[in-house]
């Protein structure tokens, strides 16, 4: 199976390491050069618009602010469309990293990750419910995570409550995919236990949350992934997450599925699809939806086209929906939003790249450019994770 550990130049076990030659910058500075991001300047294919750009270590923090440090970023396919400019939110330029070089006024930088886990390193005063050590996440959309450092105002985060328990992997990754999960099996159908739900791209991050929080409400999940050398291996890593039956979308062709459905659902109707993909599998998935049904799509990963069957609105009554995460930050209050974290208990299958602090820009910026050509290739379910090591 793809894995970036699989590659012998970056193998390591449990964190891609980002090795070259020397840290030079120090010593041609007066000024503590602490911190690192990995920043763009124009959109265009992340493996040639991404370099790493280092800059000071942050004053203390004016009153009303935090400074915090990043413990895990990742790198979700969203980030990806946003520095191709192809996504609906844009993040702002950032003038204020540094006074000369990348990230100061004269060379403004956008900072790449929309998501992350960070730990408050200093508190300015009247400051409220916040202290040193403290998890947070981003409150705002395309505030830029792929750093080390940075200053935020107290209404720019939100604390992580109940730590205890959660990993700094599934705390850096709460915010987006297990809460899309959640609300997708909440919002359309009302679901009740042994209720059938349909799912393609059943081994992403959301997939795999799909998959956890079905199964913990007792729901039964028909999940779809893309065939590969090692399928059995695959649908035994979503089976031991909960998945009731996993199928590849070469099965979808397969006149006998019905019938195999059938008798899985003992003729249950499916009520609920969820998409990721799009595509012509997308339109064939669907016509194993029952009546009544809602086919929420939530990613295009395929990047083709949905056209679903005009019967299928017909004669079956489908409803189709777009779900958006943002969206629902927008519509919801802080309270709910908080609310909804403590509901989400997942840790999706995830590899961690790291940057080391050894490692010069020019060297970090090659292999950051490398990860993402890896990336382009597929992630074959992993969530990749991005860490700056001290
Ligand atoms: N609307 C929202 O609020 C929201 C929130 C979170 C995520 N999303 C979207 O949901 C999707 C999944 O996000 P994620 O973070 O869970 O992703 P992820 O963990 O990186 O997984 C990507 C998934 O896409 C599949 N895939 C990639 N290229 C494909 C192709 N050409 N055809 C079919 N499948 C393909 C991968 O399958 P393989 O293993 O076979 O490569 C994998 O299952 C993305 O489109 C993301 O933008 C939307």
């Known amino acids: 199976?793809?894995?970036?550990?699989?590659?012998?130049?970056?193998?390591?076990?449990?964190?891609?390491?980002?090795?070259?030659?020397?840290?030079?910058?120090?010593?041609?500075?007066?000024?503590?050069?602490?911190?690192?991001?990995?920043?763009?300047?124009?959109?265009?294919?992340?493996?040639?618009?991404?370099?790493?750009?280092?800059?000071?270590?942050?004053?203390?923090?004016?009153?009303?602010?935090?400074?915090?440090?990043?413990?895990?970023?990742?790198?979700?396919?969203?980030?990806?469309?946003?520095?191709?400019?192809?996504?609906?939110?844009?993040?702002?330029?950032?003038?204020?990293?540094?006074?000369?070089?990348?990230?100061?006024?004269?060379?403004?930088?956008?900072?790449?990750?929309?998501?992350?886990?960070?730990?408050?390193?200093?508190?300015?005063?009247?400051?409220?419910?916040?202290?040193?050590?403290?998890?947070?996440?981003?409150?705002?959309?395309?505030?830029?995570?792929?750093?080390?450092?940075?200053?935020?105002?107290?209404?720019?985060?939100?604390?992580?409550?109940?730590?205890?328990?959660?990993?700094?992997?599934?705390?850096?990754?709460?915010?987006?995919?297990?809460?899309?999960?959640?609300?997708?099996?909440?919002?359309?159908?009302?679901?009740?236990?042994?209720?059938?739900?349909?799912?393609?791209?059943?081994?992403?991050?959301?997939?795999?949350?799909?998959?956890?929080?079905?199964?913990?409400?007792?729901?039964?999940?028909?999940?779809?992934?893309r065939n590969r050398d090692d399928i059995s291996r695959l649908k035994e890593q979503l089976q031991k997450l909960g998945a009731t039956q996993v199928l590849t979308y070469e099965d979808l062709a397969d006149k006998a599925l019905r019938s195999r459905i059938k008798a899985w659902t003992g003729g249950k109707e499916i009520r609920l699809a969820l998409n990721c993909v799009g595509g012509r599998e997308t339109a064939m998935m669907s016509k194993f939806l029952g009546r009544d049904a809602h086919l929420v799509s939530y990613g295009a990963m395929s990047k083709q086209p949905l056209s679903l069957p005009t019967s299928a609105f017909i004669f079956k009554n489908l409803t189709a929906h777009g779900f958006w995460q943002s969206r629902w930050y927008l519509d919801h209050s802080a309270g709910e939003r908080e609310e909804l974290m403590r509901s989400l208990a997942h840790t999706p299958q995830h590899e961690i790249v790291s940057i080391d602090k050894q490692d010069n820009d020019e060297e970090a910026t090659r292999q950051i450019r490398e990860v993402f050509k890896i990336l382009a290739a597929g992630r074959h379910g992993k969530k990749v994770l991005l860490k700056f090591k001290d």
């Open 1 to 225: 199976m793809f894995s970036l550990f699989a590659r012998p130049r970056l193998a390591n076990t449990g964190f891609l390491r980002i090795r070259g030659t020397a840290f030079r910058y120090l010593s041609s500075s007066h000024v503590r050069l602490t911190s690192r991001a990995v920043v763009y300047s124009r959109n265009g294919d992340p493996a040639d618009v991404l370099s790493v750009a280092t800059y000071p270590s942050l004053p203390p923090p004016a009153p009303g602010t935090v400074n915090i440090r990043f413990l895990l970023s990742p790198i979700n396919p969203a980030d990806i469309n946003v520095i191709e400019g192809v996504y609906p939110s844009k993040p702002s330029l950032t003038y204020d990293l540094t006074d000369s070089g990348k990230g100061s006024k004269e060379e403004p930088v956008f900072i790449g990750g929309n998501e992350g886990l960070a730990t408050v390193t200093s508190v300015g005063e009247h400051v409220e419910g916040l202290k040193v050590g403290d998890w947070v996440v981003m409150v705002k959309q395309q505030v830029g995570t792929w750093l080390t450092n940075k200053n935020v105002t107290v209404c720019d985060v939100v604390k992580i409550p109940d730590r205890e328990g959660l990993t700094e992997v599934h705390a850096a990754t709460i915010t987006v995919n297990p809460p899309t999960a959640y609300n997708m099996l909440t919002d359309y159908v009302e679901l009740k236990e042994g209720d059938w739900v349909m799912q393609n791209g059943a081994n992403s991050a959301v997939g795999q949350a799909v998959i956890q929080i079905a199964a913990a409400r007792g729901l039964k999940t028909l999940n779809f992934v």
